[in-house]
């Protein structure tokens, strides 16, 4: 019984929670997805389209966390979705080279100058024309919902927290944006509840500039603060590099970059397929050997580091796999995820292209299961012993 006739409530030792588990390294989520759109970039087939994005959309619904950076996925999904009625529209509207024997529509055709042959607007509306623009226009779907997938899985934060030191300036700055822009947008929100609460305008010119200049004196007073916070901290500071490994470090920087360029153009072309991947590897490889040295001039720590475990390695040769595989098909039976429009044939699904697709959801199955938002139960308040 405690202090004015109260009955304390019992002192219990401290249950302890959960087993709080590490979450995969946000690189393997980007090396992941970015395989997965490799992989789609090698095919027009649609079946084959859609089981990626299936596979995808399951492991972000299986594995992404509850925080607000992991809704992006589905604006991806309707940015994706967007490009595919755009490219129908234009493909209706504007014609399409692939000739067609299947009218499904003739649309009221406009006369165009002669300046501009080979434009037309309206006219027929054929079915392989719509169904090469469907094929074509689902590529790039999928490569957009394989990044939305990146989005939704990896924070963002513990991303640019593990970038390499050469780009250790780029990434505090990207940082600093994304802290600042919530804040003021709150800020805003803020001052336009209390302008409407003192009875005076919050919208047109007149209220929009008075409301801007208490932001931006918000903003610059924590733009000073943080300078401040930086300084104190030892923020730009840099080693003493000697001149040849500066111009080792651009050379082999800029090398890397132009062959990173290249192989992707490569691999994106059919007369580039053959020498595509030698030259990105080349190129990935000078240009991390590149960032590597640059991180040499930088001096930083790095607060709890991302490990790179081996449910990281499973999470990158699981989309690695797929890629592989997907290029494997690719030269071997261009046919089948490649399926003509002319004459129109039904799209079939080749079996192990499909299986080798399925490896993609080896993430979610080998990496933890989002730790669910716990809510404090509130304290009860003591009950008073009754007379």
């Known amino acids: ?14 249950t302890p929670g959960p087993h709080r588990t590490v979450p995969v390294h946000p690189g393997a989520w980007w090396l992941w997805a970015l395989a997965l759109g490799t992989a789609a970039t090698r095919t027009t087939n649609p079946l084959l389209l859609s ?20 809704r992006s996925y589905g604006a991806f999904v309707k940015l994706a979705l967007a490009v595919l009625v755009i490219r129908l529209l234009f493909t209706a509207v504007l014609g399409s080279p692939i000739p067609g024997t299947h009218t499904l529509v003739t649309l009221p055709e406009v006369p165009l100058p002669d300046w501009a042959q080979g434009i037309r607007l309206g006219g027929r509306v054929t079915a392989e024309g719509l169904a090469f623009a469907l094929y074509d226009a689902m590529k790039l779907a ?5 990044v939305g997938a990146a989005n939704a899985l990896a924070n963002p934060a513990r991303l640019l927290k593990s970038l390499p030191g050469a780009l250790y300036e780029m990434g505090v700055a990207v940082v600093v944006a994304l802290t600042f822009a919530p804040n003021l947008i709150a800020d805003v929100q803020r001052l336009r509840a209390a302008r409407r609460l003192r009875g005076r305008p919050d919208g047109g010119v007149r209220g929009l500039l008075q409301v801007g200049l208490p932001v931006l004196e918000g903003a610059l007073e924590r733009s000073v603060a943080l300078a401040a916070a930086m300084d104190a901290r030892g923020y730009g500071r840099t080693a003493q590099v000697p001149a040849p490994v500066r111009r080792t470090t651009a050379a082999l920087t800029l090398g890397g970059l132009l062959g990173v360029c290249a192989g992707t153009y490569g691999l994106l072309t059919a007369a580039g397929g053959t020498y595509g991947i030698p030259v990105l590897l080349a190129g990935v490889a000078a240009a991390l050997a590149g960032l590597w040295l640059g991180g040499r001039r930088s001096v930083r720590t790095r607060y709890r580091p991302d490990r790179w475990d081996a449910r990281a390695w499973l999470v990158t040769a699981s989309g690695v796999a797929v890629a592989a595989l997907m290029f494997l098909a690719a030269a071997r039976d261009p046919a089948a995820l490649h399926p003509g429009v002319v004459p129109l044939v039904a799209p079939g699904l080749p079996l192990w292209p499909a299986a080798a697709v399925l490896i993609g959801l080896l993430p979610a199955f080998v990496t933890p299961a989002p730790t669910p ?10 009950v008073k ?3």
Do not use: F, N, Q
């Open 51 to 70: 089981l990626l994005v299936a596979v995808s959309a399951y492991v972000v619904i299986a594995r992404r966390p509850h925080a607000p950076w992991s």
């Open 385 to 387: 012993e009754p007379s």
């Open 373 to 382: 938002t716990s809510v404090t139960a509130p304290v009860p308040a003591p």
């Open 142 to 146: 999928t490569l957009l919902i394989c």
């Open 1 to 14: 019984m405690g202090a004015g006739g109260t009955l304390a409530a019992p002192v219990s030792a401290p």
